[in-house]
């Protein structure tokens, strides 16, 4: 829902950044699938930011900062098209088609997505059914939460020390389930496991990672409302997880592994002075 809009400031200066970047013009009868980040404002692209101030029609997800919606043009017309989990969501199958509508009326339409729109976001089967319908459309990449989310809290996906392979995984099926996977390969492959959706069956995930092999006391956090003020990081062990995780809120990150141990050092959100929208919560 459009809370404001900044119609009444100067759009000018957006106008120059766009042409100063020498961002690519919003055609009318075009997609655009945007990611906006993991939470806080200003980890959207500038890209992003050009789309949603030139777009005819804003269709966006439950995950999504609204405060970036006050960039909308005033006559944009913006159409909610989240999904939550336990929540009544939109069915997937009407948000494409609904993408290939407008834009065949010619209107310029942005899918503006929580995060990335490839990385576990479903922007992959929006993308094919544009190709389907012969709609053209553009990528717009975002940060993803696994990557940014776990910068707020001072958690690297990766460092030379405890880590080269990092895996992402989501713990949330097409079919609501938890995925069936090779979890004894995970376990001993990836020193690094980011798990995306996966607070229901977090316990469960640690049963298997422990019954493959992996060690019950090694490190592993969960990042909730990642980059926001009301952004919580709760460091536990992998025995401890499932535990954890029912205790946090949603939306949450959570990260297996050694690198966690890093965020001792690394957690300068704390360590600076803070706007309110950033202000961690303790």
Same mark, same amino acid.
């Given at each position: 829902?459009?809370?404001?809009?900044?119609?009444?400031?100067?759009?000018?200066?957006?106008?120059? +950044?766009?042409? &100063? @970047?020498? #961002?690519? *013009?919003?055609?009318?009868?075009? /997609?655009? %699938?945007?990611? =906006?980040?993991?939470?806080?404002?200003? +980890?959207?692209? &500038? @890209?992003? #930011?050009? *789309?949603?101030?030139?777009?005819? /029609?804003? %269709?966006?997800? =439950?995950?999504?900062?609204?405060?970036? +919606?006050?960039? &909308?043009?005033?006559?944009?017309?913006?159409?909610?098209?989240?999904?939550?989990?336990g929540?009544?969501?939109?069915?997937?199958?009407d948000?494409?088609?609904?993408?290939?509508?407008?834009?065949?009326?010619g209107?310029?339409?942005?899918?503006?997505?929580?995060?990335?729109?490839?990385?576990?976001?479903?922007?992959?089967?929006?993308?094919?059914?544009?190709?389907?319908?012969?709609?053209?459309?553009?990528?717009?990449?975002?940060?993803?939460?696994?990557?940014?989310?776990?910068?707020?809290?001072?958690?690297?996906?990766?460092?030379?020390?405890?880590?080269q392979?990092?895996?992402?995984?989501?713990?949330?099926?097409?079919?609501g389930?938890?995925?069936?996977?090779?979890?004894?390969?995970?376990?001993?492959?990836?020193p690094t496991?980011?798990?995306?959706?996966?607070?229901?069956f977090?316990?469960e995930?640690?049963?298997?990672l422990?019954?493959?092999?992996?060690?019950?006391?090694?490190?592993?956090?969960?990042?909730?409302?990642?980059?926001?003020?009301?952004?919580?990081?709760?460091?536990?062990?992998?025995?401890?997880?499932?535990?954890?995780?029912?205790?946090?809120?949603?939306?949450?990150?959570?990260?297996?592994?050694?690198?966690?141990?890093?965020?001792?050092?690394?957690?300068?959100?704390?360590?600076?002075?803070?706007?309110?929208?950033?202000?961690?919560?303790?």
């Amino acid at each position: 829902m459009r809370k404001h809009s900044i119609q009444d400031l100067d759009r000018t200066a957006l106008s120059r +950044l766009s042409a &100063a @970047l020498k #961002l690519p *013009a919003f055609e009318k009868g075009w /997609v655009w %699938l945007a990611g =906006a980040g993991p939470g806080e404002a200003g +980890l959207i692209t &500038a @890209l992003g #930011l050009h *789309a949603i101030a030139s777009a005819d /029609v804003i %269709l966006y997800d =439950a995950l999504l900062n609204d405060d970036l +919606l006050a960039f &909308a043009r005033p006559a944009a017309e913006l159409i909610f098209a989240g999904k939550r989990g336990g929540m009544r969501s939109c069915k997937q199958a009407d948000i494409s088609q609904t993408l290939v509508e407008y834009a065949r009326r010619g209107a310029r339409v942005l899918r503006l997505k929580g995060g990335d729109p490839l990385v576990f976001g479903r922007g992959a089967e929006e993308a094919l059914t544009l190709a389907d319908a012969h709609v053209p459309f553009r990528i717009v990449p975002g940060v993803t939460a696994g990557i940014g989310g776990l910068a707020y809290a001072g958690i690297p996906v990766t460092h030379r020390d405890t880590n080269q392979v990092v895996t992402f995984l989501t713990g949330h099926g097409a079919d609501g389930k938890l995925p069936e996977l090779d979890w004894p390969s995970i376990a001993r492959g990836s020193p690094t496991i980011v798990l995306y959706m996966a607070r229901k069956f977090a316990g469960e995930i640690a049963e298997k990672l422990i019954a493959a092999g992996r060690k019950p006391e090694e490190p592993a956090a969960i990042v909730s409302n990642a980059s926001l003020g009301e952004q919580h990081v709760s460091v536990t062990t992998l025995a401890g997880l499932g535990a954890a995780a029912a205790a946090s809120s949603a939306p949450a990150i959570l990260v297996i592994g050694e690198n966690v141990r890093l965020r001792q050092g690394m957690d300068w959100l704390s360590q600076v002075t803070t706007p309110p929208a950033l202000r961690q919560v303790s």
